[in-house]
């Protein structure tokens, strides 16, 4: 617990070190630039040094727990480092100022072999803050060609796929719209009955009221030829009797 204690001291002390040299007041803003870069990269190999320890001795799980930016930055080294391994060889950092905060770039070599055979090389990008904060940690592994060739080969494997099941979704929902269009139809082809039988009444209603049209119209026309037959002093036997009435081509009539 002390020696945890002791390395985190070690750290925390490395960082504010940092602060002070950033909020120093220096005309030569080239000379605090240059100052800047180096104590950010010496915090930055501080760092990776504490981490690469702990990770050796199996006491990184013991300082997580305390504060969310001490757990991520453990947690984002113990996950870079799964395809690495244990660091095996620091090489030479190399750093540069942005904004208010140093980038140190570490490149590493680890423990664990790539497909080739060769020991795995990473570079650790810390984030060194002016303001005193914690910095920020990713690992980058190093992949051949054949991992990135994969890697690649399975990206694009998922888009397509991704591709192809939304345009087959696609094409069901549209032929679904013909099924849609069959029961629409089922519908309308059982309401017929009804429509058709509406028709067949309005029909029976048409031919009654033509019938009557005809009857009245036969009346007339029998009392117009009685009267004429009084009038000119033609007698009937048997009367007129008239059954039926046709309607005669207009143009026949007048052509006669």
């Not at 002791?6 to 803003?29: M, N, R």
């Not at 055979?117 to 190093?142: F, Q, Y």
């Not at 119209?217 to 002093?233: M, P, R, T």
Request: aromatic residues 4%; negative net charge; proline residues 3%.
């Amino acid at each position: 617990m002390k020696k945890r204690v002791w390395i985190l001291g070690l750290f925390l002390i490395s960082v504010l070190g940092l602060t002070a040299c950033g909020k120093t007041q220096d005309p030569d803003e080239a000379a605090k630039e240059e100052q800047m870069l180096s104590t950010g990269e010496q915090s930055a190999l501080g760092l990776l040094t504490d981490l690469t320890q702990m990770q050796q001795e199996g006491t990184l799980d013991q300082v997580l727990g305390q504060t969310d930016e001490i757990d991520k930055l453990v947690n984002g080294y113990i996950s870079g480092m799964e395809e690495v391994g244990e660091v095996a060889d620091i090489g030479d950092a190399e750093s540069r100022v942005d904004k208010k905060t140093v980038i140190v770039d570490i490149p590493i070599t680890g423990t664990m072999l790539d497909p080739n055979g060769n020991a795995r090389e990473a570079t650790v990008e810390i984030i060194v803050p002016e303001d005193g904060s914690l910095p920020d940690l990713t690992v980058n592994p190093k992949y051949t060609s054949a991992e990135l060739m994969t890697k690649a080969g399975l990206n694009t494997l998922l888009g397509m796929g991704v591709t192809f099941a939304i345009l087959i979704l696609i094409s069901l929902i549209i032929s679904s719209f013909t099924l849609i269009g069959k029961v629409g139809s089922g519908k309308k082809k059982e309401e017929s009955p009804s429509a058709s039988s509406v028709d067949n009444a309005v029909r029976q209603i048409v031919a009654g009221e033509e019938q009557s049209d005809d009857t009245e119209l036969i009346a007339v026309i029998s009392a117009a030829i009685a009267a004429y037959e009084a009038e000119n002093g033609y007698v009937s036997a048997d009367g007129v009797v008239i059954r039926s009435i046709r309607k005669i081509n207009k143009s026949k009539w007048q052509n006669a």
